[in-house]
């Protein structure tokens, strides 16, 4: 019953953002994007765990906005709640961001090029969680994002880009992150994407130990994941997305996860 009301609870709200926003391309000005999703994983293993077979099934549920208050600035937030093995719905953490667009191949520019900052405070309970992959109570990260769009006939759109941030906690060392996504959309009605994301975490403990855990930001870690993801557009209503994320390498980390999330987003303007 209590991950049955949890289920309904994630789809009752149409308003999130699944993680900040990463794109190098910013929405119209004074137009707000709405998303939310929820993603079901599970894994039977923590690589390199001194208690053999830890295993997790995890609810997780995330709401925000993203809006662009000039052509130059973007700025969203985004706030999640989490269900796991180890603890019951709880809220999981909060982020706001700020972007700069300093290149735009939209309006003629080779490239599009962005660079940010975000802030997130994630909860104790959450950082005791092994499911919840954060650093510290707060963290600060300075990131980029660059990319290109190519048209292919009237009606076919793809974009190349790419992702990367250095990360900074209250406790523990600095890590690092990196996407590299190809997307595809077409009669601006079928919307699909590839991703691959990996990161890097440089604390000085080579274990996990799941009775005794305060945050990836103490343990030198490693990932890497290939998704896919395809959306459908419902006209104004908005565009329904689909995704499968599977964890491919861990070193330390939660191994063999499997990502399955459902979303939603709505963009609208007054």
């Not at 994007?33 to 995330?62: A, C, G, I, M």
């Not at 993801?229 to 994320?245: D, L, P, Q, S, W």
């Not at 399955?260 to 709505?266: E, G, I």
Request: aromatic share 18%.
């Amino acid at each position: 019953m209590k991950r049955f009301s949890f289920l309904l609870f994630s789809l009752s709200f149409p308003l999130g953002l699944f993680s900040l926003e990463k794109q190098p391309w910013f929405s119209d000005v004074y137009e707000f994007h709405l998303l939310s999703s929820y993603t079901y994983s599970e894994f039977n293993q923590v690589d390199k765990e001194t208690k053999p077979n830890t295993s997790s099934r995890d609810h997780l549920v995330d709401f925000g906005i993203e809006t662009s208050p000039s052509a130059q600035w973007s700025i969203d937030g985004e706030l999640s709640f989490v269900d796991t093995t180890r603890q019951a719905f709880s809220f999981q953490s909060s982020a706001v961001q700020a972007r700069y667009l300093w290149l735009d191949d939209i309006v003629g520019d080779f490239l599009s090029l962005t660079t940010g900052v975000s802030m997130r405070l994630t909860s104790r309970r959450s950082l005791r969680d092994i499911s919840c992959l954060y650093h510290g109570t707060g963290e600060f990260t300075l990131h980029t994002s660059f990319g290109k769009e190519l048209d292919h006939g009237r009606f076919s759109r793809y974009r190349l880009w790419g992702f990367g941030l250095v990360g900074f906690s209250t406790s523990g060392s600095p890590w690092f992150r990196g996407v590299g996504s190809v997307e595809g959309n077409h009669y601006d009605l079928h919307k699909w994407a590839l991703f691959l994301e990996g990161g890097h975490g440089y604390g000085k403990k080579m274990v996990v130990d799941p009775n005794h855990f305060f945050g990836y930001g103490k343990i030198r870690y490693k990932f890497l994941d290939l998704g896919v993801r395809y959306g459908y557009k419902i006209g104004v209503m908005g565009t329904v997305r689909f995704e499968y994320t599977r964890r491919l390498l861990a070193g330390a980390y939660p191994k063999n996860v499997n990502f399955f999330t459902a979303s939603y987003l709505l963009p609208f303007s007054f």
